[in-house]
């Protein structure tokens, strides 16, 4: 009786209570005669329209104009008071974050959040530079018969140096070959263990090719946060994260922001992170 109470008060409750689609609900509803300005259906409409812009441009934030025009599609009667009032009601309600002119969903805004502050932690930690290290690389380029350029060089020693580090390169540049070199150093210089790294990519494809590279075990990024299919949840998290003291990811430009901060949320504090 409750729940036919609540489709009563707020049929589009369901789209967030049991993840129904808008269109489908909204089809339904005005059937049943809501009407197209009613202030339930337009808090729906506009969460609906930024998810949508947000997958479509690939941005976390919204301006105004961007959010009326897309409404438009579907209620043109819609002015800039109803809107104002109903955007500003989400924002009391926690479901849109309002910063000057800029407008997220809640979700995207504490993600994208999550991974600047934990990013900027992760940079912070101070590390000093192994003893020996260029002799180190030295020895690398003796034994595998290669000669790293300055370029790849800096790359290695700051992943081995800092916490945080990011290694962009078109296809043929060597960034593979930089993590083989990395994945020797942690060996050798911490002596990290093979079950103290994680090799991770958003693909099977990715993270197969990571192991035949490395000789290590790799993974999928939400086989590793092990992911719950039904309930569409990571249990590895903030709460409960992984023991990989050194975490590298390949191909993170396939990221999203809430991948990328669920992610950071299931490895350990202090990790090493490239």
């Known amino acids: ?26 089809s339904i509803a005005l059937n049943l005669g809501i009407d197209k300005s009613d202030d339930r259906r337009i808090q729906a409409l506009i969460i609906y329209v930024m998810n949508q812009i947000t997958f479509e441009l690939g941005n976390t934030y919204l301006s105004y104009e961007e959010i009326l025009n897309n409404i438009r599609n579907y209620n043109q009667n819609i002015n800039d ?10 924002n ?4 849109v974050k309002i910063i000057d002119d800029k407008y997220y969903l809640k979700e995207f805004y504490e993600a994208e959040k999550y991974i600047a502050d934990k990013l900027c932690f992760l940079n912070d930690i101070e590390n000093k530079p192994p003893k020996d290290l260029d002799k180190k690389i030295d020895e690398l380029e003796k034994t595998n018969n290669i ?5 790849q060089r800096t790359a290695i020693i700051k992943a081995v140096v800092n916490n945080v580090t990011i290694i962009t390169g078109g296809p043929g540049t060597g960034k593979t070959t930089i993590i083989r070199a990395i994945v020797s150093l942690l060996k050798d ?4 263990r093979d079950e103290e790294i994680a090799l991770l990519a958003p693909t099977g494809r990715a ?14 990024i939400h086989r ?15 709460y409960n994260p992984n023991k990989e003291k050194y975490v590298i990811v390949d191909e993170v430009s396939m990221l999203d922001t809430i991948l990328m901060s669920s992610l950071l949320k ?9």
Not at 92 to 95: A, F, N, P, V
Not at 147 to 151: E, L, P, V
Not at 189 to 192: E, F, M
């Open 147 to 151: 000669t790293y350029d300055k370029i």
């Open 266 to 274: 299931g490895i350990k504090r202090n990790a090493f992170v490239l």
């Open 224 to 238: 590793y946060l092990c992911w719950d299919k039904d309930m569409n949840k990571f249990s590895i998290n903030e």
């Open 81 to 90: 008071e109803v809107l104002e009032y109903n955007i500003y009601k989400l």
């Open 92 to 95: 009391e309600l926690g479901k």
């Open 207 to 220: 993270a197969k090719k990571m192991m035949e590279n490395t000789n290590l075990k790799s993974s999928t």
């Open 189 to 192: 210089i911490y002596k990290a």
């Open 1 to 26: 009786m409750k729940a036919l109470d609540k489709i009563t008060e707020n049929i589009y409750s369901l789209i967030e209570d049991m993840d129904f689609n808008f269109l489908d609900i909204d």
